[in-house]
């Protein structure tokens, strides 16, 4: 079971999010109909991730993605932080 936040909006409404799965927020009128929703939508969302994953076009772009970090022609985000704070010190 993936850990959920409810909280209420304004309007009364009751929003759940599943913040393992990014993206993942529905609502409800109640806590109990929004903890429905979230599930219904956590289901979708891994089935979504699922397909997506054993597409033979995704796996091919990960492994040249993959290639092209390793090959330096494309940087991790950890590596683009990394250069604008080296910019930041020589300023």
Do not use: H
Not at 23 to 41: D, F, H, L, M, Y
Not at 57 to 77: H, L, P, S
């Amino acid at each position: 079971m993936r850990p959920l936040v409810l909280y209420p909006r304004k309007d009364g409404y009751w929003v759940a999010e599943c913040p393992s799965l990014p993206g993942c927020v529905s609502q409800g009128k109640t806590k109990r109909e929004a903890k429905a929703n979230i599930r219904k939508a956590i289901e979708g969302y891994l089935d979504a991730l699922e397909e997506i994953e054993s597409n033979p076009k995704f796996i091919e772009m990960m492994a040249r993605t993959a290639a092209d970090i390793r090959a330096g022609r494309v940087y991790t985000q950890e590596e683009v932080e990394r250069r604008l704070r080296r910019r930041k010190r020589r300023r």
